[in-house]
């Protein structure tokens, strides 16, 4: 099968695609040049490094190599990707990471390969690359290297977790961000207004406040305003053919809310809800639990990861907090949500008020990397158990001393192996009730060491 002919179902060949009038508004009014794509103008400015590569191949002057496009929905990496193409006079062949495998990309890689011997270049724009295996990521890499095909990946997850490292080292990340509001408010204005691919043929009008309305609840993502303002429309064509700002909370329904429970967002949110409740900022760490909960995250995963946050950042400044979440985390699967969500936020700004203590955490991680990083010694004889005879002979359990028949109930008796006596991890702050647990520790190692000295003095 040729590059020019029928495509096989998974990818599609469409520079200069027809766009119907019964197409999606979004689809509808994507930019077809440089000068009318809207936003990114760290990358597409003047002067700026991608707007420079792409003029210098249309010019013949260099070369684009391949790359990623990483950002939020609806920010036109596609549309891009479709520009560069038509300014550097390369064929498109846009390839979907879901509905494709190994096979469609190695006869996909031979059409191109064919088409370069006939010195035709080929873009190949791979959406949502981040859902490839590494067998199927790793399968354009001869291509790329060759020079057979560009390579543009687009992606909403981090490249550098979801993209194997060798593809990756041969393309350029570009980030692309989410258009800020005013930006989406003007190309809903756009659509409004062009006759020949949106709007303006309904003779329709908006108010100002209407379009900044659907153009915040769309959180930079333009595909969305425009699916939002295509509702509007059809309401506002059934009625007094104008956007009113009721009109349009009718057409928005529910916030669109950037989530996706295993891409990098849900960890950047979670990230977010650590941080603010370690710096002991409640405010913050209700808004970034309530985002949470109203983009659907399993309240049981939340209850989890506050449960860590009290042991990892509370710990024995303020004991009793872990009962706390553990009782927040029961109450949820007493009560489901949304009314066992509140214990959840009452545990999240008890942590944010209590006192901070990580002494425990850093303690225990001290002790996983000595074991990880020393000889793994036997436990010393003294405090080993000798149930047998044999074992008593043996020397087990001799010069053990039991601590209750002890003055103070402390002996003066190491239990670290000899090659780490003397050896200290836990170093309890002055935070809350960790400051008495260090006033006791101070007394236990002044009674041992008493002990200790009245012995050799002995």
């Not at 687009?154 to 800020?180: D, G, H, K, W």
């Not at 303002?229 to 529910?254: M, N, P």
């Not at 520790?441 to 012995?455: C, F, S, V, Y």
């Amino acid at each position: 099968m040729s590059l020019f002919d029928s495509e096989p179902e998974g990818r599609q060949r469409s520079s200069k695609r027809p766009l119907y009038a019964a197409a999606p508004l979004a689809e509808r009014m994507r930019p077809r040049t440089l000068d009318d794509y809207v936003g990114q103008e760290h990358l597409l400015g003047p002067g700026k490094p991608l707007r420079v590569q792409i003029e210098r191949d249309s010019q013949g002057a260099g070369e684009l190599g391949s790359m990623i496009f990483w950002g939020p929905p609806g920010v036109g990496k596609t549309t891009l990707a479709k520009i560069i193409a038509e300014t550097t006079r390369a064929n498109f062949v846009e390839f979907s990471a879901v509905m494709s495998g190994i096979k469609e990309i190695k006869q996909v890689m031979a059409d191109a390969a064919r088409a370069a011997e006939m010195h035709s270049r080929t873009i190949l724009f791979v959406d949502e690359i981040h859902r490839f295996n590494k067998a199927q990521q790793d399968a354009f890499l001869p291509y790329v290297e060759r020079g057979a095909i560009r390579l543009i990946g687009a992606t909403t997850e981090n490249p550098s977790f979801e993209i194997v490292s060798a593809l990756l080292s041969r393309c350029r990340v570009y980030v692309l961000q989410a258009l800020s509001e005013d930006r989406i408010a003007q190309l809903l204005r756009r659509a409004l207004e062009d006759k020949d691919r949106g709007l303006g043929g309904m003779n329709l009008t908006a108010d100002d406040d209407a379009l900044e309305l659907i153009a915040s609840y769309s959180n930079g993502d333009c595909r969305a305003a425009y699916n939002t303002l295509e509702v509007a429309a059809q309401l506002a064509a059934a009625g007094a053919q104008h956007i009113d700002k009721t009109l349009a909370t009718d057409a928005v329904q529910q916030r669109v809310l950037i989530y996706d429970k295993s891409g990098e967002e849900h960890y950047n949110l979670i990230s977010a809800l650590h941080k603010s409740v370690r710096n002991s900022d409640p405010d913050a760490a209700l808004y970034w639990l309530a985002r949470m909960f109203a983009a659907g995250e399993d309240p049981l995963y939340l209850a989890r990861r506050v449960v860590r946050m009290a042991v990892e950042d509370i710990g024995l400044a303020a004991p009793e907090a872990l009962n706390l979440c553990l009782s927040a985390k029961e109450t949820i699967d007493f009560l489901g949500s949304p009314e066992g969500d509140l214990a959840l936020a009452e545990a999240v700004v008890y942590l944010c008020l209590a006192p901070k203590s990580n002494s425990v955490y850093t303690a225990y991680a001290a002790v996983q990397a000595e074991i990880e990083h020393t000889r793994q010694e036997p436990v010393p004889m003294h405090i080993r158990n000798a149930p047998t005879r044999l074992m008593k002979e043996l020397g087990y359990a001799k010069g053990y001393r039991y601590a209750h028949d002890e003055e103070d109930k402390i002996a003066d008796m190491d239990c670290l192996p000899d090659s780490l006596k003397g050896r200290t991890y836990y170093h309890p702050t002055q935070e809350g009730r960790e400051k008495l647990l260090a006033q006791r520790l101070d007394e236990i190692r002044r009674i041992r060491a008493g002990k200790r000295n009245t012995e050799n003095f002995a």
